[in-house]
């Protein structure tokens, strides 16, 4: 955990990734839930985390989250669109992570302040982020784009990019994404399961958390 990183400051993405070996990536419907759950993970040495977009309160999850958790560094997950990003950032995002990567979503995230990790999963893709100045790449759908594999073949054309794989990532397979040199961290969903969540049981989710930080980046 990097200990520099102040609530309020401004961030990198490298610093988002740099934080912990796992991002969770999380799913919300309810801000007292948000809040439980997240101070839960803040317990568990996890405070770098994504809250998608899916749902019609993840905005006011996110505000809620950025006022009652300050020290969380809370970031918006599935931004698509420039409205996206702005929104996010007015409800206290401090980054924002896509699921591909448009000119005008970049725009609008150096616009708002927000670091970016956009989606990528061709060599195309990797080049256009790279066009505008995007180095630090969320490898999605890692799983069924080619794994821990296609990461090894993007080290030798694209070996200047570093990335965060998120899909189909889980405690089976971090491990392997995480000794590859141009892997920082891993995003996944298995730090806040559904049935964890429904019942409350955040000392659970703090345990996860704990072993997240415990997976090496070696």
Not at 40 to 69: D, F, H, N, Y
Not at 169 to 182: G, K
Request: aromatic share 4%.
């Amino acid at each position: 955990m990097d200990v520099n990183i102040k609530p309020g400051s401004k961030l990198t993405a490298l610093q988002v990734m740099q934080d912990a070996p796992v991002i969770p990536v999380i799913v919300l419907t309810d801000t007292r839930q948000a809040v439980l759950l997240v101070r839960a993970l803040v317990a568990g040495g996890i405070r770098m985390l994504e809250v998608t977009l899916r749902t019609p309160q993840a905005l006011a999850c996110i505000e809620a989250i950025a006022r009652e958790v300050p020290e969380a560094v809370v970031g918006a997950g599935t931004v698509r669109s420039a409205a996206d990003a702005q929104a996010c950032a007015m409800a206290g995002a401090r980054f924002a992570v896509s699921p591909g990567y448009t000119h005008a979503v970049g725009q609008a995230c150096r616009d708002a302040g927000l670091p970016l990790l956009p989606g990528v999963a061709t060599g195309s893709e990797i080049m256009m982020a790279q066009e505008d100045g995007l180095t630090e790449l969320k490898f999605f759908p890692a799983m069924q784009a080619g794994g821990p594999a296609m990461l090894k073949a993007w080290s030798g054309p694209f070996g200047d990019v570093r990335f965060c794989p998120t899909g189909g990532v889980s405690t089976a397979n971090a491990a392997e994404f995480l000794s590859l040199p141009n892997v920082v961290c891993v995003g996944g969903s298995w730090l806040t399961p559904a049935d964890v969540l429904a019942r409350g049981d955040w000392a659970q989710v703090t345990a996860l958390a704990q072993q997240a930080c415990r997976l090496s980046r070696e």
